[in-house]
């Protein structure tokens, strides 16, 4: 997970929710963002607790403390085995995109909570009112979409 989607789950109270649904690996350079150059601000405070009582597990080394998050993430993704990778910077998505790396976006872990039977649409729903102002409007109006269509269909 990179440093824009850490902190608008934060920002949003859905980080813990995220945590308790899935293992939540964030590069080193993610917790020095956040934590070590953010430390004046109280998302800073929250996710130095949930990195001490492992909620968020911290990978990588600080030797390249330089770089971006962002790239850190990637690199993480292509020599461990995860998923996909979390962000909401667009220019990072397209890269994500354009090398056909798996990845998703704050709106979409809310489907993906509710595909893996964690959340009923409606919590989603909720999720989602949360974001709002965080994330991109037009990733809220997809995502509701969806949502629409996975209350339709009939449960197994």
């Known amino acids: 997970?990179?440093?824009?989607?850490?902190?608008?789950?934060?920002?949003?109270?859905?980080?813990?929710?995220?945590?308790?649904?899935?293992?939540?690996?964030?590069?080193?350079?993610?917790?020095?963002?956040?934590?070590?150059?953010?430390?004046?601000?109280?998302?800073?405070?929250?996710?130095?607790?949930?990195?001490?009582?492992?909620?968020?597990?911290?990978?990588?080394?600080?030797?390249?403390?330089?770089?971006?998050?962002?790239?850190?993430?990637?690199?993480?993704?292509?020599?461990?085995?995860?998923?996909?990778?979390?962000s909401d910077d667009k220019k990072f998505l397209r890269t994500l995109r354009s090398r056909g790396i798996p990845h998703a976006t704050p709106g979409v872990l809310t489907l993906l909570m509710v595909s893996q039977g964690v959340w009923a649409v409606p919590d989603a729903e909720r999720a989602l009112e949360k974001l709002e102002g965080l994330v991109s409007a037009d990733e809220l109006v997809v995502v509701r979409l969806k949502l629409r269509t996975l209350a339709t269909e009939p449960q197994p």
């Open 1 to 86: 997970m990179d440093a824009d989607c850490l902190i608008k789950l934060t920002k949003a109270g859905l980080k813990e929710a995220v945590c308790e649904a899935f293992s939540v690996t964030l590069p080193f350079q993610v917790k020095h963002e956040v934590v070590d150059a953010g430390s004046t601000h109280p998302d800073a405070r929250i996710v130095a607790r949930n990195i001490e009582n492992r909620r968020l597990i911290v990978a990588g080394i600080a030797s390249s403390i330089q770089r971006k998050g962002e790239h850190a993430a990637e690199e993480l993704f292509a020599t461990s085995e995860f998923d996909i990778i979390c």
